[in-house]
Structures are given as structure tokens and as C-alpha cells.
């Protein structure tokens, strides 16, 4: 079945646009609603937002991987661009993840990949990699259009 029909008829028949989906509703419409938008346009988050706490959000131009060297992590957001990676940059990847994230952080990736090769090299490398959702099993999210969620989390170092 197409892959286009199978993400349309999910958001169809699991979410509702106007009232909980801004993902497309803003495609659709150009604009969010003050009750169907990102967490982060709340008022209440706004002004958390306004008032400083955006001073602690780190924006970088750099390359990935120099920015992965850069500090230690606890959370990492792969999305999906390790699905374009050639092998010696996906190992080098999980290389660097193993020595970035702390022992318990957590690393997640969506794919267009229903079992993405790599998440085996990130397992490899000292992580426990679980598989949240698939495609094949149904809706996903309000957005539905990869075919795989994971997260990887970090094992201590004596493991």
C-alpha cells in the first residue's frame, strides 16, 4: 500500500487538524491556533521563554559530530539524517555518542527505515536501543510519515 495514503488515512482517521494536529494544520492554513499549537507557544511557556529561559538553548551552525564533541550530553535528537550516512560515518557517529552521552542519557531517531541497520552499531557501542513504534503497526503520530521511532539509552560504563 502507499506509503502517502497509509500517512494521510492515519492522520484522518487518528487525529483531528483543527483541534489537535498543528503539524499540518499550519501547513494547511499558514497560521497556528492559541489552543493547537507547539508546547512552546503557550502562553504560559512563552513567557517562561520570554522572561530567559531561552538563554539556555545552545543554537550551532556547526557540523554535527564537532557539535556532538563539543560537551557532554543527556538527551540527543538524531531524527533521521543517520539514515543518509555511509557506514564509516555511522560508526563514527555511535563512536562519538558513546563517548558524549552521559551513562543514562538518552538518544532517539525516527527512520524511513521499518529496522534501520545503524541502530545495531548504536546498540554496539554501549547503548540499549528499543524500537517504540513502528509503521507497519499502525499510526504513529500527528505527523505519521517515518516508519520507525527509537530511543537508545546510554548504559554505564561497567555494563
Not at 21 to 39: I, K, M
Amino acid at each position: 500500500m502507499c506509503c502517502c495514503y497509509l500517512t494521510v488515512t492515519g492522520i484522518a482517521e487518528n487525529s483531528h487538524l483543527r483541534k489537535n494536529n498543528y503539524f499540518y494544520y499550519n501547513c494547511v492554513t499558514g497560521h497556528f491556533l492559541r489552543e493547537n499549537c507547539p508546547s512552546y507557544l503557550l502562553e504560559h511557556n512563552y513567557n517562561k521563554l520570554h522572561d530567559g529561559l531561552i538563554q539556555q538553548l545552545t543554537i550551532s551552525t556547526r557540523f554535527f559530530l564537532d557539535e556532538l564533541r563539543a560537551r557532554k550530553y543527556t538527551k540527543v535528537i538524531l531524527m533521521d539524517h543517520v539514515d543518509w550516512l555511509d557506514e564509516k560515518v555511522v560508526q563514527e557517529l555511535a563512536t562519538t555518542l558513546a563517548q558524549q552521552v552521559l551513562p543514562g542519557g538518552i538518544v532517539i531517531w525516527r527512520s524511513a527505515s521499518l529496522c534501520p541497520p545503524y541502530a545495531k552499531v548504536i546498540a554496539d557501542a554501549g547503548f540499549s536501543v528499543t524500537c517504540i513504534s513502528r509503521a507497519s503497526e499502525g499510526y504513529m503520530d500527528r505527523v505519521n510519515m517515518y516508519s520507525s521511532f527509537y530511543t537508545a539509552v546510554r548504559k554505564s560504563k561497567s555494563a
